[in-house]
């Protein structure tokens, strides 16, 4: 017979395995799964004119859609982009910013924001498609442009050290919640991210680059053609066996989707459990062509400091990822 302590303590180390589970998110890891498009909620968050007037750039509609588990998600993701902050920017050619090197950058006609400190910093950002920039658990700004053409920013900002400093990487698409885009020949193309990064100090030191030792987390993929190509072990969320292929519609195609934890860029948000980036090369994410890049070389690709572009494991498919680093 068993005995009333014997059933305490096998509770007892039921709850806590149970609660250990819970601390490494391991139920939580589990996605959300959606079916064919969304509905567009908003035609589009903003549009680019060229100095002639012509329209430029892919159209950053919004939109939502329910999973079969009776969720609604934002697509692409939620952000701040209608009432946040804009980042300076470096190069746009939506506001006629076309410098041709960072010499012809004036820095100190940008703007310094406060994210609570008196050291003083600055960020040159190229992403793709589209960034939010945390520092110390405050939004400092967010993309001017929220899908194309691919634009740069610079951002200075004020903070005390140890500096948490997280972003918000959106991929953008223009087939809502199925992860895909008109590009080479098909309507549902999927695309690809990147996002590199290069901190200084006031004195104009390196403090911070885009490296693997930065932590990354995906909370949104797709399209995924088969679910049973997502492997989901822990905190791992693993899309590397999809077939990134066009596909023929977006009726059939999945999307995975995980909620955001609320307090992600706090400095006591833990983020040890989640898996460091992975670093492409520039021919990889492809901005041998892009201005916005190529004219910023000296910063982005500084001999001795060269910032890398990261992401998640998946370059094609993780579309929302959330990116951590601490600058002591």
Known sequence: MISSEMLIKTGAVLLIGFLSILSFGV?????????GP?????????QCKSSFGWSRGRVSAVGKITSEDGKEWIVPAETHF?????????????????PGSLAEVDRSRIPVFDAGGLEEFVA????????ELFVNGKLIAVDPVPFSPFNSSVVRFKAKRPVTVAFKLVDSEENLGVGTESSWGSDHHPGDGGLVAHFKDKSGKTVLLTDDSWRAQTFYTAPLKDRSCLKVIGNR????????????????ISGAHWAIP???????????????????????????????????????????????????????????????????
Request: hydrophobic content about 35%; proline content about 3%.
């Open 27 to 35: 139920f939580a890891q589990s996605p959300s799964f959606t079916k």
């Open 38 to 46: 969304g509905e567009i909620t908003n035609k589009g968050l903003y």
């Open 82 to 98: 209608l009432t946040a902050r804009k980042a300076p920017d470096l190069h746009n050619v939506c506001t006629g910013t076309t």
């Open 124 to 131: 040159y950002i190229f992403a793709d498609n589209y960034f």
């Open 237 to 252: 969320r693993d899309s590397s066996a999809c077939d990134t292929e066009a596909a023929d519609d977006g009726t059939q």
């Open 262 to 328: 609320m307090n992600w860029m706090k400095a006591e948000f833990d983020d040890s459990n989640w898996p460091n980036a992975v670093t492409f090369t520039n021919q990889t994410v492809g901005v041998g062509n892009k201005r916005s890049y190529t004219s910023f070389t000296d910063v982005f690709d500084t001999p001795g400091a060269d910032a890398l572009f990261i992401w998640s494991s998946n370059l094609i498919l993780d579309n929302l990822v959330l990116f951590r680093k601490v600058l002591e």
